[in-house]
């Protein structure tokens, strides 16, 4: 009991320290639309977590890889806790990642993921919100390929809408749905199970 009690502590310090005095706001209010077209805001994600990852569709390697984990996450989040979860996917590449493109995208991975895309001073706004870091070359032609270089992490949001902890690639998924798991079981507010 001791050891569970400890754990216990640790994540309420890493979830406290994200909400601190001096702390730069990991979060925000955002207005996007999503794989069907419709307004998306972080209204939205209110009511259960929220786990966010910022990618594009393009990505050869490392946004599939981390979406794999992501729904193997979303699986035993679910399995563990019920649906208390979004799953949220939020382009850096609008120009490129229509709400048609990231539906299709996104189906390859886990039925349950929500994906976001908008203008670019949108994506911008948001992606500086979570402080995340994304770049595409300056000098592009149209129709020219490209790679975007961006942060590559796991949001996880509480219930109401505050950061809680950035889930990094060193964790697998089994650990980081642990790390999830056991965020939902110290929530002592009310939480969207349906």
């Not at 048609?100 to 390859?108: C, F, G, M, R, T």
């Not at 300056?138 to 950061?163: A, C, E, R, W």
């Amino acid at each position: 009991m001791a050891e569970y009690e400890k754990a216990r502590m640790e994540r309420k310090r890493v979830a406290d320290a994200a909400k601190g005095a001096g702390k730069p706001k990991v979060g925000g209010h955002f207005d996007l639309v999503d794989q069907d077209g419709k307004r998306f805001t972080s209204e939205d994600m209110k009511g259960k977590y929220a786990l966010v990852y910022f990618g594009f569709t393009h990505c050869p390697d490392i946004c599939p890889e981390e979406l794999d984990k992501m729904a193997t996450m979303i699986d035993l989040v679910r399995s563990s806790s019920g649906s208390v979860m979004r799953p949220v996917f939020i382009t850096c590449d609008p120009a490129r990642d229509s709400p048609a493109v990231i539906k299709s995208y996104l189906a390859e991975f886990h039925p349950a993921l929500i994906g976001l895309t908008g203008t670019w001073d949108q994506v911008k706004a948001v992606c500086k919100a979570y402080r995340v870091y994304f770049s595409t070359p300056p000098t592009l032609k149209p129709g020219q390929d490209y790679l975007v270089d961006h942060s590559i992490y796991f949001y996880l949001m509480d219930p109401q809408g505050d950061f809680v902890e950035a889930i990094g690639r060193q964790y697998s998924a089994e650990r980081a749905a642990d790390i999830i798991s056991s965020h939902i079981g110290d929530w002592k507010g009310e939480l969207d199970r349906t």
